[in-house]
């Protein structure tokens, strides 16, 4: 099991909760987990049975989750897309990885895909380069920033009241 986020008093990890992901990657066998470390103490093992605590199932690779004004959000890597709670799948052509959000502004990261034979065959196309989607889900309209760098693995905002409605500032 990989590492999640440490949000609040919750830690989120993600992809399977139990055996070795990669050896079947077309699977949707991904999840995410919700696991209260309100009585954790870093010196004490966490020993937990990882079933008990899924809430979100059926993901073909899950990465970067978050929270943002009480709604979950996270990338589903290998089926190109973002969901955030409440709201309709953000679809996108390439391997996602890497999530930020303000109150109007999405940002979603995009990597190379690195194994490309295992591109589900849903898709017809596979979009190869790096950088970062920026979406306003009002409008539901993105650009993509192209970056040099090939691997996007977290993005970060400065600036929490950034809007592309307000011109950006």
């Not at 920026?134 to 993005?155: E, G, H, K, M």
Request: proline residues 5%; contains cysteine.
């Amino acid at each position: 099991m990989t590492f999640g986020w440490l949000i609040t008093r919750y830690m989120y990890p993600c992809f399977l909760p139990m055996g070795e992901w990669y050896r079947t990657p077309m699977d949707k066998n991904g999840a995410i987990l919700k696991i209260d470390l309100a009585d954790f103490q870093p010196t004490q093992h966490l020993d937990i049975d990882p079933t008990h605590h899924v809430i979100v199932n059926g993901l073909y690779m899950p990465h970067t989750v978050i929270r943002h004004n009480e709604r979950l959000a996270y990338c589903d890597s290998m089926a190109y897309r973002v969901e955030i709670e409440k709201n309709a799948p953000i679809q996108l052509q390439g391997f996602t990885r890497g999530l930020a959000m303000t109150d109007d502004t999405i940002f979603i990261g995009q990597s190379r895909m690195r194994h490309v034979l295992r591109i589900p065959h849903a898709f017809s196309n596979c979009c190869l380069d790096g950088g970062i989607h920026v979406y306003n889900s009002t409008y539901r309209i993105s650009r993509f920033v192209s970056l040099p760098a090939q691997q996007v693995y977290q993005i970060l905002v400065l600036d929490q009241d950034f809007s592309l409605e307000r011109g950006g500032n």
